[in-house]
């Protein structure tokens, strides 16, 4: 698919970062990515009409994730789309407290036997979201994930 823009056509691209590919087919000009070290090989700087990024972020050390959101923003097009779904820290931890959920459970979705990962909020990506130029267009919470939808108005 082709968008013609101020008489340049530009080709439609969406890169999903998951760790969880979906099965069947995928939608044409869909770029599917579970490790980091290939983004900068397989995708340029704004290429990306719209970037999924879906429990991703906290397979890293929080003191990396808002380096490697960097590198996924800055493949984002102006105007642009970006949808970031993780695990939400704050109900998994009340699941926990309220004994909804017992200590192996949380562990196994927080962690999954990887203490390299991180946990995240809501609160923390939409900030992260916005202090690099995105307009957060909505956010929710669905069961134990965040959902925040956002928009690149600036270039970052």
Do not use: W
């Amino acid at each position: 698919t082709n968008l013609l823009t101020n008489g340049i056509k530009y080709l439609i691209m969406q890169l999903t970062l998951t760790n969880n590919p979906p099965g069947g087919k995928m939608p044409e000009n869909t770029t599917i990515i579970s490790d980091i070290a290939l983004l900068e090989m397989m995708v340029e700087d704004n290429e990306c009409n719209n970037i999924v990024v879906d429990s991703f972020l906290s397979n890293f050390h929080i003191e990396n994730v808002k380096s490697v959101l960097e590198k996924i923003l800055s493949k984002l097009r102006i105007n642009g789309t970006i949808i970031i779904t993780d695990v939400e820290a704050d109900i998994m931890a009340n699941d926990l407290l309220r004994s909804d959920i017992d200590l192996e459970t949380f562990n196994s979705i927080i962690f999954s036997g990887d203490n390299t990962r991180s946990v995240l909020t809501i609160e923390y990506v939409r900030g992260c979201l916005m202090e690099s130029g995105i307009e957060i267009t909505r956010s929710y919470i669905e069961k134990n994930f965040f959902v925040v939808e956002g928009k690149r108005v600036v270039n970052g």
